[in-house]
């Protein structure tokens, strides 16, 4: 089901104690969310289960980001990452997420497993950043480059830093 949701200015901090978990099958569509999911996402659990994971999806974060989390967990490696989403009303919310695969007794993926917790505010601030510039290459690059060229973008500034994204994520 698309539910559709324009983006308002408004954005909730999560309290830090505050655990956000969701499965998914190795689709990506949920199968499991926490009361925390639920009362940021702002969507019910049935409207939640059986959804795309991009239920949530904000339109401030670039596509390449998602390209690198579908890559590296379908490599079976874990991810960091800072996800700004967005939930019913249209307002947002920042996690640090780390998002897994989980295997079977043949090492075959059978689904997904992420836990997100609050981000520091200063983290949010150099992400943010970040990410805008990221998504204004994916507009101007058009649809056929997009991911390409905010890649390419956010390895130049990785390797000025001399880190890879986990090591930059992990820094902030
Ligand atoms: C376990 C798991 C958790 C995910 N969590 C989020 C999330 O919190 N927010 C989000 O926008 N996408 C999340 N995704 C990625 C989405 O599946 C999707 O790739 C992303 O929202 C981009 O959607 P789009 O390709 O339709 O633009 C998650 C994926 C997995 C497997």
């Known amino acids: 089901m698309k539910y559709k949701v324009s983006p308002n200015n408004k ?22 969310c926490n009361k ?9 659990e049935k409207e939640l289960l059986g959804s795309q ?5 904000h339109p401030d974060m670039p596509r390449s ?7 590296t967990i379908g490599q079976k490696k874990e991810i960091f990452a800072y996800v700004k989403n967005m ?29 997100r917790r609050k981000p520091k505010s200063t983290a949010v601030r150099a992400v943010s950043d ?3 510039e990221m998504v204004d290459i994916e507009r101007r690059s058009g649809t056929r480059d997009a991911i390409s060229a905010s890649t390419e973008y956010l390895m130049s ?12 994520v992990l820094s902030l």
Do not use: P, Q
Request: charged residues 25%; proline residues 0%; negative net charge.
């Open 11 to 32: 954005v909730f901090e999560l309290r830090e104690e505050d655990f956000i978990v969701s499965k998914t099958d190795s689709k990506g569509l949920i199968t499991y």
């Open 36 to 44: 925390i999911f639920i009362e940021y996402a702002k969507y019910t």
């Open 53 to 57: 994971h991009n239920i949530i999806r």
């Open 65 to 71: 980001i998602f390209k690198l989390l579908w890559g």
């Open 87 to 115: 939930s019913k009303d249209g307002s947002a919310y920042w996690v640090i997420a780390n998002v897994t695969a989980s295997l079977d007794e043949n090492n075959s993926i059978i689904g997904h497993y992420s836990v």
């Open 130 to 132: 970040l990410y805008k």
């Open 157 to 168: 500034i990785l390797s000025k830093g001399g880190k890879s994204y986990e090591e930059f």
